[in-house]
């Protein structure tokens, strides 16, 4: 075994920020696998050109072949598993996708994990870790007053999305009970920060504010979500990966719960701060409210309690700092924003956003 890790997905959101992040704090190699379809941008990690110790590899998780040799090449001491389909709009829509990559590409990813593993050396063996990145989602949604999800919340999926990283879930928890395989899970709730695609609700409404477009807010605006900067989200993954136990589950959440409609109004204010119109006027003012999307969840909320009492995390970004960071990373990079903004992505806009019905 190497002193590498194979990450699947690391050129999209989150697994780009992990793999930046990982570069710059470790020596060890990193395989990239990663398909690069629409929310999967090498440009992410252009700051790593050169770089002998990154590896980027297109290709698809559901091809065991590869992940096979990948594994067999470069022995990686961990799987760090970001790879899915994550939109849950896009599951309404079209959800074969979430269920060929979410749950049968995460089958394919342990059970080569599994025969490589079943190689190794016993002291390898013991050392060897899977890491399978999941949601919040798996556990439905909570009135004003629950209590928020913990680790031993039972599941109910709301949506396609959901219901495939669920049986993920079930599957990698299957895979350590069954086989051994040391698998650890974690369960995260809205990320937020660099680099994530413009149709997630806070950089669509960043950009559309940026521009004095409408800015649509499903339903009443006060479904709740707890907001996670994407960076601390990794640094959890890291403690994890080093310290986590085996077969051990971590809810990794940001503590900072808001209703979707402040967050829109927040980032009105900060985009009118930072872009004011010398004729004045107030970003607010293009708020939209349009249909809510089919089975739309509530509220999220995460008891982050065993991660913090266990490996010593707790997430150093509060939301106000975060989202101005995040703001400010978008108003620096029309360029990035403009490559990402491919006639694909202008069509589901205008499929899942412009064709809705005001309220």
């Not at 007053?145 to 993920?168: G, I, L, M």
């Not at 051994?180 to 920060?193: A, R």
């Not at 080093?242 to 409609?261: D, F, H, K, Q, V």
């Not at 990079?333 to 019905?357: D, Q």
Request: charged share 20%; aromatic share 10%; with cysteine.
């Amino acid at each position: 075994m190497q002193d590498s890790i194979l990450v699947t997905g690391g050129a999209g959101f989150i697994g780009s920020n992990f793999v930046l992040g990982w570069m710059g704090l470790s020596a060890s190699r990193v395989i990239n696998l990663d398909l690069l379809t629409y929310a999967g941008n090498a440009e992410n990690l252009s700051l790593l050109d050169g770089n002998a110790r990154h590896q980027l590899v297109r290709g698809d998780i559901c091809d065991a072949e590869l992940v096979g040799s990948l594994l067999r090449t470069h022995q990686p001491r961990a799987i760090v598993h970001f790879a899915a389909e994550s939109h849950v709009d896009r599951s309404i829509v079209a959800p074969e996708a979430f269920l060929r990559t979410n749950v049968h590409g995460t089958f394919v990813l342990l059970e080569q994990a599994r025969r490589y593993w079943s190689e190794l050396s016993e002291p390898d063996q013991r050392a060897f870790r899977f890491l399978h990145v999941s949601t919040d989602e798996v556990y439905g949604s909570l009135g004003p007053q629950d209590a928020a999800f913990s680790e031993t919340t039972a599941y109910a999926p709301n949506s396609p999305y959901a219901a495939s990283k669920a049986a993920s879930d079930h599957m990698a928890r299957a895979y350590h009970h069954t086989f051994g395989l040391p698998v650890l899970t974690t369960n995260c709730s809205n990320n937020y920060g660099p680099f994530q695609f413009p149709e997630k609700l806070i950089p669509l409404v960043i950009l559309n504010a940026l521009e004095w477009k409408p800015l649509p807010v499903y339903g009443d605006g006060m479904n709740v979500r707890d907001w996670l900067f994407v960076e601390d989200h990794c640094a959890a993954i890291r403690a994890v990966l080093e310290r986590g136990r085996a077969g051990e589950t971590y809810n990794i959440g940001g503590m900072s719960e808001r209703a979707n409609i402040d967050v829109v109004r927040a980032i009105c204010d900060i985009v009118d701060e930072m872009r004011p119109q010398p004729e004045g006027g107030s970003r607010r003012d293009l708020i939209t409210y349009v249909k809510d999307r089919p089975g739309h969840d509530r509220r999220y909320a995460i008891d982050a309690a065993k991660i913090a009492r266990e490996l010593g995390w707790k997430p150093a970004e509060g939301f106000e700092s975060g989202l101005r960071k995040t703001v400010a990373w978008y108003l620096e990079h029309p360029g990035w924003v403009e490559r990402v903004r491919t006639g694909a992505y202008l069509e589901w806009i205008n499929s899942n956003y412009t064709e809705r019905v005001a309220l």
